[in-house]
């Protein structure tokens, strides 16, 4: 059976995948950024 903290749960992992991804989308940028700038400085 399908239970509400199943779902609580569940959210909470959605949560986290997509912060972790955000997460990691702005250290990738962040880092090629600096990198982009080291390069050509």
């Known amino acids: ?12 992992i959605w949560e986290l ?3 972790i991804e955000t997460n990691a989308m702005v250290l990738l940028a ?5 990198l982009l700038l080291w390069c050509f400085s």
């Open 30 to 34: 962040c880092f090629l950024s600096t």
């Open 1 to 12: 059976m399908y239970s509400c903290i199943d779902k609580l749960i569940e959210n909470r």
């Open 17 to 19: 995948a997509n912060l």
